[in-house]
């Protein structure tokens, strides 16, 4: 199967060695998604609600270049480093995600490669047949 790689222009692609997304066949993985703009600049410091917005925006734009969209997520996983934001974050993500209702896991972490960003997101998808 042909694997098609996605840019979501982060300066950490080239740092680390990793696409936003990567499509295999009807696959889609997007790999943890942080609160930054195109710029490479954190959104919504301190703000858990318009940093999830942000993450989720910058996935369907991922989606999107691979041909797909967030009506192709099947799971969502969203890290934060504090367990407490959960509902605030659950509530943005809901807005996307109310009728497409892919499984979801929330957990806590310790902290990302910045100290400012307070969510990660990561979400597969399935490119279905219709």
């Known amino acids: 199967m042909k694997r098609k790689l996605i840019s979501g222009g982060s300066p950490f692609e080239d740092i680390v060695g990793f696409s936003r997304a990567v499509r295999v066949g009807s696959y889609i993985s997007v790999g943890g998604t942080a609160p930054m703009d195109a710029d490479g600049n954190t ?6 609600s318009i940093q999830t917005k942000q993450c ?3 996935i369907k734009t991922a989606l999107e270049k691979a041909g797909s969209g967030l009506h192709d997520v099947i799971r ?3 890290l934060l480093t504090n367990i407490e934001d959960w509902k605030a974050a659950a509530d943005v993500r809901a807005s996307y995600f ?3 209702k892919p ?9 990302f490669i910045n100290p400012d960003w307070l969510i990660e997101i990561e979400v597969d998808a399935v490119v ?3």
Do not use: A, L, Y
Not at 43 to 48: A, C, L, Q
Not at 105 to 110: A, G, K
């Open 103 to 111: 499984v979801d896991t929330i957990m806590q972490v310790s902290r």
């Open 76 to 78: 969502t996983r969203m």
């Open 128 to 130: 279905s047949d219709s």
């Open 56 to 58: 989720i925006e910058t």
């Open 43 to 48: 959104v919504g410091k301190g703000d858990i």
């Open 98 to 100: 109310k009728t497409i």
